[in-house]
């Protein structure tokens, strides 16, 4: 598979395209403005403990406070808040290592309010972005995610991926692990880590103790809310957690970003160096790569698919409905069923880059085309699974029912790029309402009349939409525009602009500069 990475860096944002076989299938924002994301780290400060919620708002400096439950403050949180409490008054010879792991996990039924009081600070990373007119949403099991392994302070676990199966693999890194590993650390050992040599692992460990010390750090002279660590760049997230040999290129237009993500992959894998291209063409990146075009079709509710068959996506509030049609293709097959099992196959494989293009979290039910034999409808959905198996995002497929439909439950932690797609309609101000079309020629008339009798003007120009064009000059002698010319002895002349909306019109001058 042919992957590459499209960076298109803007002064306001950096826009980053994950393509497979020059198919787009992941699109990521980043605001340059924003400083909230995931897997950040903050010491923030509580504002209001919810017993009812057996939760609490914290305040991390976002406009809205952040939201952490109970269940999100981790079982070793007695230790970490023991920690930043003694390192908030200046205790500077308190280290992670000196602390005792065998001190009572929380409790799994307790209270939030036995743990934390109100205005006391409290470190807690990011989980999810603040979504809609959500906060963040916060934890306190803290871990620090590297290319080899996920660093998790105040345990002394080691985890390995169950995709990697060698028995000796698995002791050979464990090894490794325990050797470098201080005291009072754990780690997980991603799947990226099998095969690679001891001292590439070695680094990444002390690399992110490094950082996390580093946040530490940050207690002892900090006032919260303050940010302790920040998440990479998402470009440089997404080299870590995707880079492998079927990466091909990553072209970034800005020379900044360029260096930067050259300087990561030195570190992490300097065999890859090369695939890193700056781009340097007159055209637009997006529009170089074929981009552009494909994410108008995010926004789209229409989605085409091969030979006449189609999706319809439908958002609402509480879930997300996706109708699989097959269109012309019933009229062309005699076997109603395999004509059924191949557009459904077609509509999986789709649904399933939809699914991860738009980031569509939450519940999404698909209404695929009925299939009639058992056997069709498993076989659906293990090639939904497969297709599903790439997603990183946590989910979780249901077998179809009786009806034809398919449930899957999906993790959200960033908003959807859909969402932001939304503007105020300019023709109907966002009112779902319009002038009636009978009354327009009035209206326009009332304006004319300004201009001739009160401006004393004896030519004026209107840009209209070329059906209000036609039906301003229709007839001839007999047309309204013709009657206006007449009756205010005034020269009319209609400029045909097709971006207008049907009823919408604008007086301009001769440089097409709107009259007042």
Known sequence: MNRELIINVTPSEVTIALVEDKQLVELDKESCKSGFAVGDIYLGKVRKIMPGLNAAFVNIGHEKDAFIHYLDLGPQFPMLHKLVANLSTKKKNVRIESLRLDQQPLEKNGKLSTQIAGGQPIMVQIAKEAISTKGPRLTSDISLAGRNVVLIPFTNKISISQKIRSNEEKKRLKKICDKVLPKNYGV????????????????????????????????????????????MSRANTIIRDSLNSSFNAIHVNDEAIYEEIREYIKVIAPEKLKIVKLYKGSQPIFDNFDISRQIKSLFAKYVSLKRGAYLIIEHTEALHVIDVNSGNRAKVADDQESTAMDVNLSAAAEIARQLRLRDMGGIVIIDFIDLHKAENRQ????????????????????????????????QRVRPEAISKAEETCPTCGGTGKITPSLLIDKQMENQIAYYAIEKHMRSLRIVVNPILAAYLTKGGLWSIRRKWRRRYLCDIRLLVDQSLGMVDFKFVDKRRRTLA
């Open 379 to 410: 076989r659906l959905y293990e090639e939904m699974q497969k297709l599903m198996a790439g997603d990183k995002a946590k989910h979780t497929i249901l077998p179809l029912t009786k009806f034809g439909l398919m449930q899957i439950t999906r």
């Open 188 to 231: 997980i050992i991603r799947t990226a880590a099998q095969g690679k040599s001891d001292v590439d692992i070695e680094q990444d460990i002390l690399s992110l103790i490094k950082r996390w010390e580093s946040a530490l750090e940050g207690i002892k002279t900090k006032v919260p809310p303050v940010q302790l660590l920040s998440e």
